[in-house]
């Protein structure tokens, strides 16, 4: 089917309020993992779900951002209290493996503007 | 935890051939490496996949030495599309410490 989606493509939003985004999942992908990525920087890892087992949430940045998996599929990362500093493009990807390291496909990301 | 150095850019010109290593000195044994490109405002793509020594597909080779401390991702006659920002990717499924290298910029010129 289609590849991995995320939704919105693009928010802007003022400091101190709270963001939602969210993500699809390629069709039978168990596992998906969130990335942040600043302007002209590389990839931040942030959280990685694999099925329905509980994430490890070490690498989120800060008490502010929190992400779930619901039924092992579409997924959504929320910021409260949004900071400047958390403007970047998330991303999101899907893989199907469940041994080794599968590749990951990736979807658009979506481009977060904090005012 | 496995840590990934790249080079930061690097240069060529169409047809020729390009090689981009990675260093991963404390690469764990359960990890495997993958290779990525990204275009301006898209995510990344995956270009290949390896373990240990040398792995082809259609677009690129991956060479792993023993050690598996570095690889190298070879391009084979690259065109002006390939111009993209490439990296070096160190994990394991069950491992959730993904690092993804800085990246290298290679910028191929006519």
């Known amino acids: 089917g289609a590849g991995v989606s995320q939704s919105p493509s693009n928010k802007v939003t003022e400091k101190g309020k709270d963001v939602e985004l969210r993500c699809d999942p390629i069709s039978g992908h168990t596992a998906l993992y969130w990335y942040r990525q600043s302007l002209g920087q590389g990839l931040e890892f942030l959280i990685y779900?694999?099925?329905?087992?509980?994430?490890?949430k070490s690498g989120l940045p800060s008490d502010r951002f929190s992400a779930e998996r619901t039924g092992g599929s579409v997924s959504t990362l929320t910021i409260q209290r949004t900071q400047q500093e958390d403007s970047a493009v998330y991303l999101c990807?899907?893989?199907?493996?469940?041994?080794?390291?599968?590749?990951?496909?990736f979807g658009p990301g979506t481009r977060l503007l904090v005012l | 935890l496995a840590k990934t150095t790249q080079p930061i850019s690097m240069d060529s010109y169409e047809g020729q051939e390009v090689n981009i290593t990675c260093s991963h000195n404390n690469i764990a044994t359960n990890d495997y490496i993958t290779w990525y490109q990204q275009f301006p405002s898209q995510g990344p793509r995956f270009i290949i996949q390896?373990?240990?020594t040398k792995v082809t597909n259609e677009v690129a080779s991956l060479f792993i030495p023993a050690d598996r401390k570095s690889s190298t991702l070879s391009l084979p006659r690259v065109s002006l599309s390939d111009t993209a920002v490439y990296y070096c990717l160190v994990g394991a499924y069950n491992n959730n410490d993904m690092r993804f290298g800085a990246g290298t910029r290679l910028t191929v010129k006519p």
């Open positions: 390896g373990y240990k």
């Open positions: 990807a899907s893989s199907a493996t469940t041994s080794g390291l599968g590749a990951q496909y």
């Open positions: 779900f694999q099925g329905n087992s509980a994430p490890d």
